[in-house]
């Protein structure tokens, strides 16, 4: 029963959330659309900020676990994105909260594990000094991280997909490029 009830308060707090603003959601909002009492929620969660990392978390961790290998990076950008595109609204109602910062910290460990992954999968044959490795890995969390944010930024309105597809393809073999040059430093 536990299991269900946090479930129920999550996909009602998510319904909520995907039709108005953060701040205009409160605790009894959520019971009442779960059909609850308070102190069913207050046994899961000490309160929204709570929900919210919890919410994100597991959609963090779900992401993480259905990609083990990542082959190409015009996938990077597409797995740290699916939430959002999923949850437009929501994520965007987070993102202009004053809990970004949760919101924040997650995707920035998403587009960590999407880069490194991609990286560790596309260019395990390469011997590269681990430093050049690490500056490379951190260039592509920025960059991805950056598209996310200017995105969110300018209120989701650009198919961000497309525009980083065609980014991929204007610098084709520029991260292999990077990989050879630190290989042959060696």
């Not at 969660?45 to 919890?54: A, G, R, T, W």
């Not at 990542?70 to 809990?99: D, G, M, P, Q, R």
């Not at 560790?120 to 890995?137: C, H, L, R």
């Amino acid at each position: 029963m536990s299991n269900f009830t946090k479930n129920a308060i999550k996909a009602s707090f998510l319904k909520l959330l995907n039709e108005r603003p953060l701040s205009k959601i409160t605790i009894k909002d959520i019971v009442t659309d779960c059909g609850i009492n308070r102190n069913s929620f207050y046994y899961h969660y000490q309160d929204i900020p709570s929900l919210i990392e919890e919410v994100i978390k597991e959609e963090t961790d779900n992401i993480i676990s259905q990609y083990p290998t990542i082959s190409a990076f015009e996938e990077c950008l597409k797995i740290a994105v699916e939430f959002a595109l999923k949850n437009k609204k929501a994520v965007f109602h987070v993102y202009n909260s004053t809990n970004r910062n949760i919101f924040e910290h997650y995707l920035w460990n998403v587009c960590q594990y999407v880069v490194l992954t991609y990286i560790n999968t596309v260019f395990s044959d390469y011997q590269v000094v681990e430093s050049d490795k690490n500056v490379i890995v951190k260039f592509y969390k920025c960059e991805i991280f950056g598209q996310i944010i200017w995105w969110l930024d300018s209120g989701m309105q650009d198919d961000l997909l497309e525009s980083s597809q065609r980014l991929c393809e204007l610098r084709k073999g520029m991260t292999e490029e990077l990989f050879r040059r630190s290989s042959d430093n060696q």
